[in-house]
């Protein structure tokens, strides 16, 4: 019997990548929910609480004037506007412009170096990819590909956000400082079918030997039960998503 992810799933195109940056780059992402932007889906949702719930509070103290609770089962008001950006770029066939920083400029530019000071240190070799298609809704582009099983997210801050990159110590921190990250790389891990996923950062600013730290390499393994949790939650949210997706663009066609 197939499920909510088979029937949104072409087998012909799940597995081929497009180089990043031609026109069926720019194509293929028209309304998909991409894992760079994939944590406005996994904000938490919350639910007023029953009449059982509020009996069951705390008569004093910490929760005892809770009146709502976090419900997994539903989407933040982010996501709904997130999903309202996929339904319009799904009508007009064009996907919504980015806007222009110097940080982007700046990371896309020295992404390379970081990308080779990574190899150096961990002996690993990377290759460039394009954009992944995961079911016919969902997709997102790794900063590299390692061998068939792992990939890469790195970062090149301008300045002294790197202070706060070199605080992470595994992706637990990751989750908790940075959840944006975080989810683009689990879901890359998802998406892509891989075992493993390292987040990694550099800095141009800082003296060379000192511009990345091997001890600060995170890595993310898809057989950590809480990352498979995680994967499920991403399964959840998508199927809300795509299904507030198609029937917006029913009503409003």
Same mark, same amino acid.
């Given at each position: ?12 195109? $799940?597995? %081929? ?58 989407? $933040?008001?982010? +996501? ?19 806007? =222009?920083?110097?940080?982007?400029? =700046?990371?896309?530019? @020295? ?20 954009? @992944?298609?995961?079911? %016919? @809704? +969902? ?10 099983? $792992? ?19 595994? @992706? ?9 990250? =975080? ?9 892509? %079918?891989?075992?493993?996923? =390292?987040?990694?950062?550099?800095? +141009? $600013? ?9 001890? %600060?390499?995170?890595?993310?393994? +898809? ?31």
């Amino acid at each position: 019997m197939k499920d909510f992810f088979d029937e949104i799933t072409d087998q012909t195109e $799940s597995l %081929n990548y497009l180089d990043q940056g031609s026109e069926a780059w720019e194509a293929i992402r028209v309304g998909r929910f991409t894992s760079s932007e994939f944590h406005k889906l996994m904000g938490t949702a919350y639910r007023e609480m029953t009449d059982t719930e509020l009996k069951a509070r705390p008569k004093t103290g910490k929760g005892s004037k809770t009146t709502k609770i976090a419900d997994h089962s539903q989407i $933040s008001d982010a +996501a709904e506007t997130y999903i309202k950006q996929k339904v319009f770029e799904t009508r007009t066939g064009k996907a919504k412009p980015q806007q =222009y920083a110097y940080a982007l400029g =700046y990371g896309k530019e @020295h992404e390379p170096d970081a990308v080779e000071e990574f190899e150096r240190l961990t002996g690993l070799e990377c290759t460039p990819s394009g954009f @992944h298609v995961y079911t %016919n @809704h +969902a997709g997102g582009s790794p900063d590299r590909l390692i061998g068939e099983d $792992s990939g890469l997210e790195v970062k090149c801050p301008v300045f002294e956000k790197q202070i706060d990159y070199e605080m992470l110590t595994d @992706h637990y921190d990751l989750k908790r400082m940075f959840p944006e990250y =975080y989810w683009q790389c689990v879901t890359l891990l998802l998406f892509l %079918n891989r075992k493993t996923w =390292y987040f990694a950062s550099w800095s +141009a $600013s800082l003296p060379e030997g000192k511009r990345m730290k091997k001890s %600060n390499i995170i890595t993310l393994g +898809a057989d950590n039960q809480d990352i498979k949790d995680d994967f499920d939650q991403i399964r959840t949210k998508l199927e809300i998503a795509v299904k507030k997706k198609l029937e917006l663009i029913k009503l409003l066609d």
